[in-house]
């Protein structure tokens, strides 16, 4: 495991890095739960955003999901569906799907066998942030 910053004059970049381990071992059926902080930008100005969301994929759909979102100072607690898949390079698409804040667009980076980087994909949007897989308690 390691850490990185970057020293380029036009970007401030830090994050980990884990050594993948395994195969891609997400199923296409299970309970995932990831949390995210970032920014969103809303009037020509970044704002503020987090959010924790917990997820039942079964055979590519996602047959519900709920999360807490704190987008620009306004909490909110969303339901919906959407779709998830991952590939034979562990790399994975999330699309959640909400009336009431649209679409979300995810990018999952797998790198072992219950846990993943995850990435939204919108435009307007850096967020990043960890998703594990959930086992019965």
């Known amino acids: ?72 100072g306004s909490p909110s607690l969303n339901t919906g569906t959407g779709t998830f898949s991952n590939d034979s390079t562990n790399i994975g698409e999330l699309t959640l799907t909400n009336t009431s804040i649209g679409t979300e667009d995810f990018r999952i980076y797998q790198y072992s066998a219950s846990n993943a980087f995850i990435m939204e994909a919108d435009q307007g949007t850096v967020s990043s942030g960890l998703m594990t897989m959930q086992t019965g308690q």
Not at 38 to 51: D, P, R, Y
Request: hydrophobic share 30%; glycine share 20%; net charge neutral.
């Open 1 to 72: 495991r390691g850490f990185f910053v970057t020293t380029d004059a036009d970007r401030a970049e830090s994050g980990i890095l884990n050594a993948q381990s395994g195969g891609p071992t997400y199923t296409n059926s299970g309970t995932y739960g990831f949390y995210q902080a970032g920014a969103a930008i809303s009037g020509g100005a970044a704002q503020g955003l987090n959010n924790a969301t917990l997820f039942k994929n079964s055979g590519g759909s996602v047959t519900g999901y709920t999360q807490g979102l704190n987008l620009l």
